[in-house]
């Protein structure tokens, strides 16, 4: 091992099901990376939906007990195990939310997770295997940096992540405005894709115009939206939809035919029934996603670098307000991804 690791630690543990209130912070001594692994002073987490599904008793996938939670974050190598070969003490490194899913397709010994079976980077130092790191593209900070490995990584692969993916002149449709949608608006449109968005915030409508989107429907003055969305592409519909809301109805009813959903998940938890006509009626693809894989990182991270892209983020909690975080990125509707900064 090089370098040296600091003598205490602080670490958020909390047990699935327990919510925002069962955070607790505790102080420790690190763990010293073993052979393959590293150890990374974080600098920088970000929340996602998936988070809060781990503190409710919801998320998908297992959840050890008294996980330290939050999948994303970004900091620098402070000291590396034996074996360690890529990364040095120094370099600023992110982690794939999937450590051990380094390309093709997702099996389930790719499975375990960051901030859910694994440990996660709600911490001041963080001990990962080698293999999970990622560099940080040069032009972003550390909290630009720790938006990348959930929703940015799944908005890169509902765009890419199929052949051919997303080419020039398609038209892509993304629900709602949270921090997956705010990416597929950004990384669409430097696709060459024709952007359509939703929200039913009146006061988001110029903010989705302003980083990229063609045209906004608001979905709560047109509750049936899909018929907005017809009309914008003349009847055609579009040719992809990021659906992050679970509305898959109204997803399959804007789609043009042989079009492509990609379907993200659902806020409410309800998962209504599907009617498989709306299927064969215009010869879907139904894709669900489960982020993506290490290779799929690696190439947003060059595209991001390529065109100079910068995450939105909406506001910094400091370390010791993570559950205040927590509840503002629950309540507070945000335009941008949380943060919560580790000094």
């Given at each position: 091992m090089t370098a040296t690791l600091p003598t205490s630690a602080?670490?958020?543990?909390?047990?699935?099901?327990?919510?925002?209130?069962?955070?607790?912070?505790?102080?420790h001594e690190p763990r010293t990376p073993g052979t393959g692994e590293v150890a990374v002073a974080v600098h920088a987490a970000s929340?996602?939906?998936?988070?809060l599904l781990v503190l409710r008793g919801q998320y998908v996938l297992p959840v050890?007990?008294?996980?330290?939670?939050?999948?994303?974050?970004?900091?620098?190598?402070?000291?590396?195990g034996p074996g360690v070969q890529r990364v040095r003490p120094g370099?600023?490194?992110?982690a794939a939310l999937f450590p051990r899913w380094l390309d093709g397709p997702l099996t389930p010994q790719h499975l375990p997770q960051l901030g859910g079976s694994l440990d996660g980077m709600l911490t001041d130092i963080a001990v990962l295997p080698?293999?999970?790191?990622?560099?940080?593209?040069?032009?972003?900070?550390?909290?630009e940096a720790a938006t990348l490995p959930c929703a940015a990584v799944t908005a890169w692969n509902a765009l890419t992540g199929d052949n051919p993916g997303i080419q020039p002149g398609h038209t892509v449709l993304t629900t709602g405005s949270g921090g997956v949608s705010l990416f597929v608006v950004q990384l669409a449109k430097l696709l060459g894709a024709r952007v359509i968005a939703t929200t039913g915030q009146a006061e988001k409508e110029q903010r989705l115009r302003d980083l990229g989107a063609d045209e906004v429907v608001n979905y709560r003055a047109v509750p049936d939206w899909h018929t907005a969305v017809r009309d914008i592409?003349?009847?055609?519909?579009?040719?992809r939809v990021v659906d992050t809301a679970g509305t898959l109805e109204q997803s399959l009813k804007s789609l043009a035919i042989d079009g492509h959903v990609a379907f993200?998940?659902?806020l409410s938890g309800a998962w209504s029934p599907l009617d498989p006509r709306l299927l064969f009626g215009v010869a879907a693809t139904v894709r669900a996603l489960a982020v993506g894989s290490h290779a799929q990182f690696t190439r947003l991270n060059e595209f991001i670098t390529a065109h100079q892209l910068r995450p939105v983020t909406e506001r910094a909690f400091p370390f010791e307000e993570a559950g205040a975080a927590f509840r503002h990125y629950e309540s507070a509707s945000p335009f941008g991804k949380v943060i919560i900064e580790i000094r």
């Open positions: 602080r670490s958020y543990h909390v047990n699935s099901g327990d919510g925002i209130d069962g955070l607790k912070l505790r102080t929340l996602s939906f998936r988070d050890k007990p008294d996980v330290i939670p939050v999948s994303d974050g970004a900091g620098q190598v402070i000291a590396v370099d600023r490194v992110t080698e293999q999970a790191l990622v560099p940080v593209p040069e032009h972003l900070s550390y909290a592409t003349g009847g055609r519909g579009v040719d993200v998940g659902s």
